[in-house]
């Protein structure tokens, strides 16, 4: 059994850094044989947006290090991710990574594999986006989120203060290694409103009045609790509209995704009478390099 | 030829299988459109780590697998009514192709309305 710990931290002291050490050292210590890689080692570009992995069916065309960490991921069968929540969100390396996995996606080649996801944040209330962003790669990959976690401290270390967050995050490393010995990936953190991604950004869908989780666009059903707070319920055939589940993903490649391409040669000629909407277009500034500074 | 004519291109999974043709028809009769219903089946199947999906690569859009809800009406007001109720009730078509064979009238006028509810 073999665990991936992805450290997105730049700081190898970073608490999050810290938290996927820790976690990795509990999946040990549960019999799991550990391996590290830390995304600022790795150069990573940015996705182009082409979409030519899809359209030919092949690895994406950029040379660099993201092929070495899919190559880490298929082999693990399971992962522990560490990243910080600067604003928000996870930290750019982790969006990148996002970003690059399109392909993945696709062709679904880490269907099956587990992960636990720890996020280190240093504002309470400032951290809203980041499970979301994180657990709907993962879900969107195939890939079970057995456990996520927020961590809190202000400055690099900090972590190593609490006793209790670094406890929590072994055994965060432990309850993988036991969901993958057992085959139950049943959610062991903290449980939100969405049964599916456990999360609690509710949205109104625009102009129809109707509740949805924000992510995986299941309905819910908005009522006033006897204590007068809102009760939030999601029907169990309402599950069923997951859009992350294994039958829609494939839906959203064959039906929404591919035929664009069909699309692309069919409006060429009308995409040309558009443009005239290039010409004039501004020059992008841009800072001056030392080798062009002219004194 | 009208001067709305919209197509609404439904792939499997985008519309919910109890919806009737008959249904989609009165509800445009409603507010005095035309409508007609077309569904292509397209047997063409390949796998996809485990999953066997229709090959869409390279097909053109006439022989994919759809539902195409073929709309035509002389006044916008009417075409506006019926596509803010349809959408609100199911869902704007999700990609851009999904309005295909549509006149520039009636895509631009779809096109407004699935954004007001994205």
Redesign the interface.
Known sequence: MKILGISASYNEQGNSAILTQQALRGAEEAGAQVELVRLPDLTIDDCRGCALCL?R?RECFLKDDLHFLFAKMREADAFILGTPCHFQEANSMVKRLIDRSFYRT????L?GKAAAILVSHSKRGWTDRVFPQITSWLRGL?VHVVNQSLFHSQYPSEVLLYRDQLEKAHAMGQGLVRALREKDYTFQGKEGLCPLCHDNVIRI????GEAECADCHIPATLTVADDGGIKVTFAPEALAQDRYR???M??H???????????TR?TRKRAKEGKAALEGGFAPVKPARPAEVVD | MAAYEVNLRYFPGDLPDSLADWEIIAQAGEHNLAAEISQVENPQRKEVAGRVVEETLGVKFAKISQTIISLTGERQEDMDAFLHAFFRSYQSPRASFGLWGSNRAGEELARQIADFYD
């Open positions: 359209y069916d696709y062709i679904g080649d269907q195939g869908r625009p102009g129809r294994s039958e829609s494939a839906r490649f064959s039906y929404h995704s591919k035929p664009a391409l069909a699309y069919a």
